[in-house]
């Protein structure tokens, strides 16, 4: 967030290296790192003037709008009661506070907002003929894919849901959401595009081996009812730092929502028993049972970590709390209300108190901390190796005291930085090695008094070298977009303003209702 900030402040809007980063050599992280979260905390640092302020604000209301979208897609099932139950036990659905107080894996806990979000949509978007919904479908599926890795599951859930939604005279009714992810993908191909042409150029080797490998980092069958807590790291086996439980009330909203789905009008019936399947696959997919899956089908490997899959097992009992109301017969409302109140508390107080952040033996920094100097001093981004370019095959062990050496004789003057910029001038009295300390990547261009010059990648440590020829000469390097990445803008482009001639679409239009 800091990095990005400094980019903007530089003119460069969407950053792809940041300078800082692995002891100043700088990284292609936001190349392949989903950048909406950090987008979206930044106006509220500006307002702020508070990385942290920032932060919780955009946490804060990333919380509500999860509720808030649950209880409009709940409402349209279980009604009122159901609608305000089911988003009490999404918020505070544990693998939810998991995410936000012990992982402080933001972006992820973005996704609890567009999971509702997404379902919504597409049941607006196939049961309407308003092509406004489509595009706003897109949109939400964009910000997804770019917030986090987990959202490429979401069309896998959708797509059953939507043919579920317009019935089996109706299918073709369920075309908008094809429309909707072939327009979301148009939205993001800035994003996705160029990192899926320059995988290539990245050190994926550089994991460390087990770290990622999804065989260490299954649910077993009591941790998902434990209710022991803590703030440690995910291991293999059953001596995991922090928890991944389902959550006692969950498991109860699963058990009773079969004993209601029998009394359930038929359209009603059908939705309760999908959420129910989805819950229950959810969580299987996260026990070792599902082992052979997760080998045979490569994709799942993405996920990395088998227990990111509670985030839709939350989801779906969460909308499941709502369906258990309709055990009671619809006109006992006050014997409803009762239930929903009791079922709050019990949220509440089986959950609540997980809501704190206590890392021990862990100093937080101060905003007065949040500079450059700071990330370069911590060297931060040395424990994500993935994005480490493949040429650097030896880690460095230390900041560089200069940004630009040569060796042998000559002098570097008028050294400027920017953070997709490094130019200087020197003076040699014959042809010198220069050494940038910056990682070599191929979107790094060199110039010499204007005219193009090749680079290379040092060994071992993968920083960028230059042949300088003798005299008097002025260096630039400039990293720059290559025509995929242009590309890939117009591609986007393109579909802002098809997403937006949808929403206008013939002129004036009444405002489109949840």
């Known amino acids: 967030m800091i990095e990005i900030n400094e980019c903007i402040r530089h003119g460069i809007l969407y950053p792809r290296w940041l300078p800082d980063m692995y002891w100043s050599r700088g990284g292609p992280i936001m190349t392949f790192y989903p950048p909406f979260f950090y987008y979206s905390a930044l106006p509220f640092y500006w307002l702020t003037q508070s990385y942290f302020a920032g932060l919780k604000i955009s946490i804060g209301l990333g919380i509500i709008l999860s509720g808030v979208f649950m209880y409009i897609l709940a409402r349209k099932y279980w009604g009122v009661a159901g609608a305000l139950l089911a988003a009490a036990a999404y918020i505070y659905a544990p693998y939810h506070i998991v995410d936000i107080y012990v992982r402080g894996a933001f972006p992820e806990s973005c996704l609890y907002v567009f999971l509702p979000a997404g379902f919504l949509l597409t049941y607006k978007a196939v049961t309407t003929s308003k092509k406004a919904w489509t595009a706003l479908l897109a949109l939400a599926l964009g910000i997804s894919f770019i917030t986090h890795v987990m959202s490429l599951f979401l069309p896998l859930v959708l797509i059953p849901y939507a043919l579920l939604t317009a019935g089996r005279r109706n299918w073709r009714r369920a075309s908008p959401l094809a429309a909707g992810f072939a327009l979301a993908l148009g939205l993001t191909a800035f994003y996705w595009l160029p990192a899926a042409l320059q995988m290539t150029f990245m050190h994926i080797s550089r994991i460390a081996p087990g770290q990622y490998n999804w065989r260490d980092h299954f649910v077993y069958p009591l941790q998902l009812v434990s209710t022991a807590w803590g703030w440690g790291d995910s291991l293999p086996g059953t001596s995991d730092g922090m928890s991944f439980q389902v959550g006692i009330a969950h498991l109860a909203f699963i058990v009773f929502s079969i004993a209601a789905i029998p009394v359930l009008p038929h359209g009603r019936r059908k939705i309760a028993v999908f959420f129910l ?53 619809p006109e006992r409302k006050n014997a409803r209300w009762v239930a929903t109140t009791l079922g709050i508390i019990l949220i509440l107080a089986l959950y609540g108190r997980y809501c704190r952040a206590v890392y021990p033996n862990t100093t937080f920094p101060t905003d007065a901390e949040c500079t450059r100097s700071t990330i370069i001093e911590k060297a931060l981004g040395k424990h994500e190796l993935q994005y480490l370019p493949r040429w650097v095959k030896q880690l460095p062990e230390r900041v560089p005291e200069n940004k630009v050496t040569l060796k042998g004789e000559g002098i570097i003057e008028a050294l400027k930085t920017a ?96």
């Not at 490569?298 to 009992?317: H, M």
């Not at 390097?477 to 803008?489: D, F, K």
């Open 419 to 514: 953070p997709d910029k490094l130019s200087f001038s020197y003076s040699a009295p014959e042809e010198t090695r220069c050494s940038v300390n910056t990682f070599y990547y191929p979107c790094w261009i060199c110039s010499i008094d204007g005219t193009a010059h090749p680079v290379q990648p040092g060994e071992p440590e993968g920083e960028i070298i230059v042949r300088l020829p003798p005299g008097e000469h002025e260096v630039t390097l400039r990293y720059t977009n290559p025509p995929s990445v242009i590309l890939a803008q117009l591609i986007s482009l393109v579909s802002v303003i098809a997403a937006v001639a949808l929403i206008l679409w013939k002129g004036k239009r009444k405002w489109i209702y949840f």
């Open 277 to 329: 399947a989805m819950g229950l696959l959810s969580i299987f997919m996260t026990l070792p049972c599902s082992s052979p899956l997760w080998s045979n089908i490569p994709c799942l490997g993405i996920i990395q970590f088998p227990w990111r899959l509670l985030l839709f097992a939350n989801f779906f009992t969460s909308l499941l709390a709502g369906a258990t109301l309709c055990i009671l017969r």
